[in-house]
């Protein structure tokens, strides 16, 4: 089907290997998804490369981009996790910027969303969901335990409390991971779609090209929006991590 | 010239601080709606998968399913409960 009709909304989400490389019977091809990740990051160390160049008291748009971009992450930082989080900064910040161009390189035409696949953004949520649990339990010993049972709660209700707290720590990563993957291919798909319905409706296309100036609005918000969001939650993670007792 | 460039910069680096705060602090309606219902979908899958994984291990289906069926949704509304809270305090 897809390959007898020109306008395929779903096209846009395929792999295709660009290099094929295996390893021990492990297929760790170079692939469509791999280009644009090696872009996301050569866009970001292009920003900070270029932006911090010139370092001038009264800066240039690049360099105020980049400013701008440090402080968001370092105060949302503190604002969520204190002093103690300071440490994890360079962690949080490359993700956040990670992300952000992620989803915004994918927004440009004939581009590849990378975190349009839940494979990626799981495999980040559960780096995040591991290490979050490391630090937990290095920080509290088995203290952390703890956040399982809440304190306040009669003892005859822990058989109740407990598996429920353990499920709800547990879907953490799914639910982070999901909701970066479900927005991004969602909205994608969504904007293929309009555009879809524009060029089969030839003249009167423009009804949802107007509709399509909207979304893609719309979409660019949400890209930056679900970069926060994702990057905001690993931050309420950690904290929780570092203080379980708040 | 030189004095229009600077206040044009300065007048966007105002708009740019003042909409990267107010995102901050409110998520659109959207959003909300978004992160609310991928809590109650994950934790019920989570529960489902553990029920599955108890019930396949002993062979006592469909039992422990069901129980963490409904320990899964529940730990979905508490999600939800903690999200709203959150929400709230920003």
Avoid: W
């Avoid at chain 1, 990051?41 to 009264?58: H, P, R």
């Avoid at chain 1, 707290?165 to 293929?192: D, Q, T, W």
């Avoid at chain 2, 708009?15 to 978004?34: L, R, V």
């Avoid at chain 2, 320990?71 to 809270?85: C, D, E, P, Q, T």
């Amino acid at each position: 089907m897809a390959a007898d009709n020109p306008i395929d909304p779903i096209h846009q989400f395929e792999i295709s290997k660009i290099a094929d490389i295996q390893l021990g019977g492990i297929d760790i091809s170079f692939t469509n998804s791999s280009l644009f990740m090696v872009f996301a990051l050569a866009a970001t160390m292009a920003l900070f490369v270029i932006g911090l160049s010139k370092k001038s008291i009264i800066p240039n748009r690049m360099q105020m981009l980049s400013e701008l971009s440090y402080n968001f992450i370092a105060n949302m930082l503190r604002d969520q996790v204190g002093d103690q989080g300071r440490a994890y900064f360079p962690f949080i910040f490359s993700l956040f910027m990670f992300i952000f161009f992620c989803n915004f390189i994918g927004l440009i035409p004939y581009t590849f969303t990378v975190t349009s696949h839940l494979i990626v953004t799981f495999a980040f949520a559960g780096l995040i969901f591991i290490a979050v649990t490391i630090i937990g339990f290095l920080k509290n010993g088995l203290g952390y335990l703890r956040i399982f049972y809440p304190s306040g709660i009669p003892i005859f209700l822990a058989p109740l409390i407990v598996p429920i707290e353990i499920i709800s720590y547990l879907s953490k990563p799914i639910s982070l991971s999901v909701r970066l993957c479900a927005n991004m291919l969602a909205g994608h798909s969504i904007l293929k779609i309009f555009a879809g319905f524009t060029v089969m409706l030839g003249f009167l296309g423009f009804a949802p090209l107007v509709f399509l100036v909207v979304l893609y609005a719309l979409e660019t918000l949400i890209a930056a929006l679900q970069a926060y969001i994702f990057t905001i939650l690993t931050c309420i993670y950690l904290n929780d991590a570092l203080h379980p007792d708040h | 010239m030189n004095n229009d460039a600077n206040s044009l910069e300065n007048r966007i680096k105002k708009a740019k601080e003042g909409q990267s705060i107010e995102e901050a602090k409110a998520p659109k309606p959207f959003g909300k709606i978004m992160k609310v219902v991928v809590e109650i979908v994950a934790a019920m899958a989570v529960g489902l998968g553990i029920g599955l994984l108890i019930d396949n291990y002993f062979n006592t289906r469909p039992i422990f399913t069901l129980i963490f069926f409904l320990f899964g949704s529940a730990a979905g509304i508490l999600n939800v409960f903690r999200v709203a809270k959150s929400l709230q305090n920003n």
